[in-house]
């Protein structure tokens, strides 16, 4: 019986952890194409941003990316 109160306070802590992980990012192209991805995108050494777009993985040019900018 103890136990069920750390327990749920350990829970709801990693959930809250798990939900600030998350950062809605709004992606604009050169040709005003606009995407919404669940989490920040990553840019690698290569020169290339890779996000999520419809479940899917996209990897574009930095030179082809407008804007990158969080949702509120």
């Known amino acids: 019986m103890m136990f069920k109160k750390p327990v749920l306070m350990l829970t709801l802590a990693g959930c809250a952890a798990l939900a600030a992980c998350s950062t809605p990012t709004q992606v604009t192209t ?13 840019i690698d050494d290569d020169g290339f941003v890779t996000y999520k777009k419809d479940g899917q993985t996209v990897r574009t040019n930095k030179s082809e990316i407008k804007e990158i900018r969080e949702v509120d």
Not at 30 to 42: I, L, N, W, Y
């Open 30 to 42: 050169r040709d005003g194409q606009t995407t919404v991805a669940p989490d920040k995108p990553e």
